[in-house]
């Protein structure tokens, strides 16, 4: 049993419980952590309790579709009586008062948290290496990355610990890791999840989203963690949608005629991995077969993603991360001569290296004089990005390209060279630019076996067409099915 | 050598809203340290602000009543700097955008009506507060920090440099202080630091371009802003005599000393980095909210005063006085409505009773009018008493006294009890007086060899043997009539 839908079916036939769920997964779990060390924090009684919760409303027969399915919540999500660390050692020992929105929905959705996954030190980086707990190991490759920041819930889907888990996306941090670990990844239009509770990096991009087996398992967790929250200013309010309305359908032969899926030339071109070029065309052959027509589009400005972003992103955090200052809660140095000094000595013992690379950049950026030379100009070039893609979704309603240039690389690799670490979002930051949804869906595999992620963007609110297409093209292949041998993890 | 004082004042006004201006905390004065500070005025991660309607109101509400204009679309910023009383290492407030632009507060330091522009008003939040005496001895040498006011609402108040002395810088804080107490969207309390001012004062020698500033911080009295501007205004003029040069910086009163002291120079300002806060989206104000607040708002101080003049004949420092609070203002209408007849002796003698004896009243009770105990119907009842010849305005003020004192008892059962029920018959005021004539017939003959004063010791005596009962207009007459 992989996906949601199997373990919903054998949880409605009484074939197993979710007290039985539970122990599989914190099984695999404590069995896993030393190989691709997915997990920060790992709670076996409450998991337990929760269980038996969701037990005994499968058996009141008034559950929801989420109802005892053991997840995992990426650990930048506040969670009451469980820590919330961020991968720091700023927040190694902090326990929150109150659950984030995401993970109070999913609570009331009788799903059952198994615990916190690992993560780049606060959501920054690209492949879960910058964690104060040590990096994340690929499950099909356990010299490799899983990607990041969300690498330890996609490695935990991945490696079958849990069907589903959360994770945040800010620049690709749910993409790139679905597509390095072989899984569906969702990140949804910028405020349609809830904020509240999410440790805030960059707060204008930080969107809350889901990792999943298959479509379907994505639109259920979508579901469950979607809603209007009155104490997120920027959370929107919105008729509910069923996602998964219609993927359990019964197929019709030709179930993606009509749709236009844009081809941007700026997503195929140098610097994209030949075999990760073939597994896309080989999947767009395939969505043509579903009924799909492909149209050549143009987004010249999404170039500037990149640049964009590394002034935007570490701008934000400058700030958000100010509030890590020793004083009221997490990490406090030990010894200090006055109050700048213990400023001093508390941040650059809490932070790691990346982190205040990022404070560094975002405080220059946002300095007297450079404001409008950066921040600016920066914000200017967001604007001209989401105006390619409105005047691109007037010719397709989809775009699809490749998720990340190339498959996951050896732990290690680009640690020391944050510039070709950024380049591995060239694809998706774009989408947190313009605040749209977009998706991985796993499409093939390196000759070295190592997984490669198709990229669908839709216009803002397209979650619903975008699951529908990763769902149609799911039932006419087995990418995303297919797992790394469990002596791997 | 003359010098032309130019000052220009910053108020903080802290807007009665109940709760928070981003989180629901109550913003109740006077808790016990962080019981009012919630996970986010505490800035724990990932909290969210959310602002409250009713601060923007508050700000509205303002805007209209000086006349000036609410941008319909203004902007938070984070202005970014770390200190332990400022939880989120910035604090959230309009920079580029605020809610009002421009407006105008005439003030009168006695020199006439003079109009001070105001170049804007905006939004933000307050800091907590850190405490560095009075902790108890078990904690060591530490500081503490009390984040209740942390997340306070303010409204900013920024004047343009339009005031030129110490005196007009005083009647703008007052009649500012009136005017956002009057409207009702700050308490004004001073001491509880509901209203604090910072004046940029600077000298300069008449027709030279403006001189360099300095900025005096955190004056939370009329008295102390009075007094630092004059310390501030000396030092200034002083060190330009001097031959020397005024260093643009910021400096704090010290009360004890009256004298104002270094606090950091424009060298060591620090760089804000303000930018959008992201967690809010802009403010975007409708014309039918505007609307809304303009029909609601209340009559200005200035309008009531004017109709006080031209409607009830006051005189136009009484209506000064009559308008200096809402509260008192409300009272003197509400006794206005009361009357029987509302003429201009009437208005006159409810005006004298408001200002003389009520007012005094008030101040010696220490009380606010709300809670005096002679609400504005039983002062009616005293002056019909009054009016109607019953009570000598003498008489008047003994039962008034006791109606202070006594808030259960009736005008008439006092008047009654005391038997201070005025003589007003003639033919008991004749008697009197041709006992006070027999009595004395030295004063009588004194008068008639042209000491008037005689004239007023033959009264006192009528006045001494009715008890003080007799009407002392008529006992003047008769006694006119008789000698």
């Known amino acids: 049993m992989r996906t949601i839908a199997e373990m919903r079916h054998a949880l409605a036939t009484r074939a197993i419980s979710s007290v039985e769920l539970a122990e599989q997964a914190l099984t695999r779990v404590t069995q896993s952590q030393p190989a691709i060390n997915a997990f920060i924090t790992v709670d076996r009684d409450s998991a337990i309790a929760a269980a038996r919760a969701a037990d005994a409303a499968l058996a009141r027969e008034d559950a929801s579709a989420l109802a005892g399915i053991p997840i995992a919540h990426k650990d930048v999500f506040m969670t009451a009586a469980m820590r919330t660390t961020c991968g720091s050692r700023m927040l190694a020992n902090f326990v929150a008062p109150y659950d984030a929105q995401v993970v109070a929905r999913l609570r009331e959705a009788h799903t059952v948290l198994v615990g916190k996954t690992n993560m780049d030190e606060f959501a920054m980086g690209s492949s879960s290496e910058t964690s104060h707990f040590g990096a994340v190991r690929n499950p099909w490759d356990a010299g490799r990355v899983a990607g990041g920041s969300s690498g330890g819930s996609a490695a935990a889907v991945a490696a079958g610990l849990v069907p589903a888990a959360t994770g945040t996306d800010t620049g690709g941090s749910i993409r790139q890791p679905a597509a390095l670990s072989g899984i569906c990844g969702l990140k949804p239009t910028y405020g349609l999840c809830s904020r509240y509770g999410l440790v805030a990096f960059a707060s204008s991009l930080d969107t809350p989203g889901a990792f999943a087996r298959d479509a379907h398992g994505c639109a259920l967790m979508l579901n469950a963690m979607a809603g209007h929250d009155p104490r997120d200013s920027t959370s929107l309010a919105r008729p509910a949608v069923d996602y998964a309305h219609g993927l359990d359908a019964s197929t019709p032969a030709r179930p993606l005629a009509g749709l236009r899926i844009g081809l941007p030339g700026e997503y195929f071109g140098d610097g994209v991995d030949t075999h990760v070029a073939q597994a896309v065309t080989d999947a767009l052959a395939e969505l043509r077969k579903l009924g799909a027509e492909t149209v050549d589009i143009a987004l010249p400005a999404v170039r500037y993603s990149i640049p964009v972003y590394y002034v935007i992103a570490p701008a934000e955090a400058s700030s958000n991360l100010a509030r890590f200052d020793g004083v009221r809660y997490g990490h406090r140095a030990e010894r200090y001569a006055d109050l700048v000094d213990m400023y001093e000595k508390t941040r650059a013992e809490g932070f790691g290296a990346e982190v205040k690379r990022r404070i560094l950049i975002g405080t220059y950026v946002l300095s007297h004089g450079y404001y409008d030379a950066y921040y600016l100009k920066a914000q200017r070039a967001r604007r001209l990005i989401a105006n390619d893609f409105i005047r691109a979704y007037a010719q397709c309603d989809v775009i699809a390209g490749p998720t990340t240039p190339t498959a996951a690389f050896p732990i290690g690799a680009k640690a020391d060279d944050p510039v070709q670490m950024y380049l591995n979002d060239i694809f998706t930051v774009a989408a947190n630019l313009t605040g749209m949804p977009a998706m991985s869906t796993p499409c093939g595999f390196t000759p070295d076996g190592l997984p490669i992620g198709l990229q669908l963007q839709g216009n803002h609110f397209a979650e619903a067409q975008l699951l529908n297409v990763a769902h149609r093209y799911q039932q006419v292949t087995d990418w995303h099915l297919r797992a790394p041998p469990r002596s791997n993890a | ?483």
């Open chain 2, 1 to 483: 050598m003359t010098w032309e004082i130019v000052i220009g004042i910053e108020t903080h006004a802290q807007l009665s809203t109940a709760s928070k201006i981003f989180s629901g905390a109550s913003t109740a004065f006077g808790a016990a340290p962080n019981t009012q500070a919630s996970a986010v005025d505490i800035a724990l991660p990932g909290v969210l602000p959310v602002l409250n309607r009713g601060a923007v109101e508050r700000a509205i509400r303002f805007g209209l009543a000086v006349g000036g204009s609410i941008n319909r679309r203004s902007v938070f910023a984070r202005k970014n700097y770390f200190y332990p009383d400022l939880p989120k290492g910035y604090q959230i407030s309009q920079y580029e955008t605020p809610v009002v632009k421009g407006g105008t507060i005439t003030i009168d330091a006695g020199n006439g009506a003079r109009v001070v522009r105001l170049t804007r008003a905006h939004l933000e939040e307050d800091a907590g507060k850190s405490l560095h005496e009075g902790l108890p001895d078990t904690m060591g040498d530490v500081s503490g920090i009390d984040l209740n006011r942390a997340g306070t609402p303010l409204l900013e108040i920024v004047s343009e440099p339009d005031m030129r002395s110490a005196a007009e810088a005083v009647a703008y804080a007052r009649t500012l202080h009136a005017l956002v107490a009057w409207i009702g969207i700050c308490d004004g309390n001073m001491q509880e630091g509901s209203f604090r001012c910072d004046a940029n004062v600077s000298v300069r020698r008449a027709g030279e371009p403006l001189g360099t500033r300095c900025e005096i911080k955190n004056l939370n009295s009329f008295r102390f802003l009075a007094q630092a501007i004059a310390f501030e205004v000396r030092r200034q003029i002083e060190v330009l005599e001097d031959g020397g040069t005024v260093i643009q910086e910021t400096r704090l009163y010290d009360p004890a000393r009256d004298e104002t002291r270094s606090m950091r120079s424009k060298e060591d300002a620090q760089d804000y980095r303000y930018f959008p806060d992201p967690d809010l989206p802009p403010l975007v104000i409708d014309d039918a909210w505007v609307q809304r607040v303009r029909n609601e708002l209340p009559e200005l101080p200035d309008a009531m005063r004017a109709r006080l003049v031209a409607e009830h004949g006051v005189t136009d420092y009484d209506a000064q006085q009559l308008t200096a609070s809402r509260a008192l203002a409300d009272y003197y209408e509400a006794a206005c409505a009361a009357l029987p007849a509302a003429d201009a002796a009437a208005h006159k003698l409810v005006a004298n009773w408001v200002l003389g004896e009520f007012a005094a009243a008030l101040n010696r009770s220490d009380i606010a009018v709300a809670e005096a105990s002679v609400p504005p119907a039983r002062l009616v009842a005293l002056l019909r008493r009054v009016a109607d010849g019953t009570l000598s305005g003498k008489m008047a003020k003994e039962v008034f006294d006791e109606l202070w004192s006594t808030p259960q008892a009736t005008v008439d059962a006092i008047v009654d009890r005391r038997g201070l029920r005025q003589i007003s018959d003639t033919g008991a005021l004749e008697k009197l007086v041709d006992e006070a004539m027999a009595a004395n017939p030295a004063v009588v003959a004194e008068f008639r060899s042209g000491k008037e004063k005689a004239f007023n010791s033959l009264v006192g005596q009528v006045m001494k043997a009715s008890k003080g009962k007799a009407n002392p207009a008529q006992v003047s007459a008769i006694l006119k009539r008789k000698l």
